[in-house]
């Protein structure tokens, strides 16, 4: 059973922007908090944004903010991230993750998407 379906990744060149989204399904929503990760190839995957679904508090890694934005919609059970200014380091493979504790820190969370490619070209 799917519980969370990322999709929007895509190529782009340095500069552009791109919109992920996040679907999960009501029990996995409920968890509290929804969060973007990336890995590249030869890294450890890093938390990039996370959202508390209830009041809809948000954090960011150091890389990312002012370029990134995590939003929500609670009808449609689905959290965007919204990538601006994108930079050839941003490439990587994103992933949606859901868990009751918002942090960067992926054991925290318990429910994973399959992920979409991001790529950004110099």
């Known amino acids: 059973q799917v519980q969370l379906v990322e999709s929007g990744g895509g190529s782009v060149q340095a500069g552009g922007s791109l919109r992920l989204s996040c679907a999960a399904s009501?029990?996995?929503?409920?968890?509290?908090?929804m969060g973007w990760f990336r890995q590249a190839p030869g890294q450890e995957r890093e938390g990039v944004a996370a959202?508390?679904?209830?009041?809809?508090?948000?954090g960011y890694a150091d890389s990312v903010k002012g370029r990134f934005t995590i939003s929500q919609d609670n009808a449609k059970n689905t959290v965007y991230l919204r990538m601006n200014s994108l930079k050839p380091e941003d490439t990587a493979m994103y992933y949606c993750?859901?868990?009751?504790?918002?942090?960067?820190?992926?054991?925290?969370?318990?429910?994973w998407g399959q992920g979409t490619q991001v790529t950004v070209s110099s």
């Open positions: 959202i508390r679904t209830g009041d809809g508090s948000t």
């Open positions: 009501e029990y996995v929503y409920s968890s509290n908090c």
């Open positions: 993750a859901a868990g009751k504790r918002c942090t960067g820190y992926a054991p925290d969370y318990n429910y």
